[in-house]
């Protein structure tokens, strides 16, 4: 079953679990047969599970996202920026437990959900606040920072801020990477992301999807492996975790690598 068939459903084909109004945003968990999923503010789907494999990660934006395991395949330490439906950390907390999560997220509500909705492990620490104040008030560091933070459907402001990117810099391992999910709605919006990111990160990469409208930016102090070394990573991750990435090494686009 294809996202595109969740999205062509009625409202009256699904069964609503929970709906609810904070501020001016609508919020929904809706399910139908073995999927369960989460709209925001719209009727874009924000989180999908697999009731029968809650461990799985479904939406290929997601999938894409953990590709920061091939730049860094063995990280001690994880922050996720943007809990939502804790497919990230449902997939971490059963499939790489060594690896200890950090999620922030900044609704109290959308917590609840995880919780209540879609399996989040206990042991995952969660903390209730905005990214950028997160950032900007620890000085831990982590090897991986992963980041899915909207306002809705839109790209929340930080993404765009010189001074986010320096507090991810201060907090990220220089031999680790930030991996970034953006929703952008023409190529000047990626360019301005891409900009304050350029003054902190000597590589950048992204990953756009032909059929998709999100893109991956990734970020870090060093350079990329090899291609080679890249599908040797992604095998072998495929063959442990049963996640393909095996595509991703060659769909990578250089933005920067500085010599």
Known sequence: MSLEKIYELNPDESQLLYSDVV?????????WQEYRWLHIGDESVQALMLLNAIDQVVLPNIQALLSALLF??????????????????????SRRPEIKIKSVES?????????????????????????????????????????????????????????????????????GVLAINILPESEEDVINVLLPIKNHFDYIYLLEFPDYTNAIIFASCRK????VELKKRANGL???????????PERLNIILETI
């Open 107 to 175: 609704s109290k509500q959308v917590i609840k959900i995880a919780k209540d909705y879609f399996h989040l492990p206990e042991n995952i620490d969660v903390i209730d606040d905005s990214a950028e104040n997160f950032l900007s008030t620890h000085n831990d560091i982590y090897d991986i920072i992963l980041c899915d933070i909207f306002v809705a459907d839109a790209q929340a402001s930080c993404l765009y801020d010189n001074d986010f990117y320096a507090s991810i810099y201060n907090c990220l391992d220089k031999e």
């Open 224 to 227: 990329l492996p090899s291609m």
């Open 23 to 31: 501020g001016k945003q609508s919020i929904e968990v809706r399910q």
């Open 72 to 93: 860094c395949p063995a990280p001690k330490c994880l922050l996720n920026l943007g809990l939502g439906g804790g497919s990230l950390e449902r997939y971490l907390d």
């Open 238 to 248: 495929l063959k442990k975790t049963d996640l393909d990435l095996t595509d991703i």
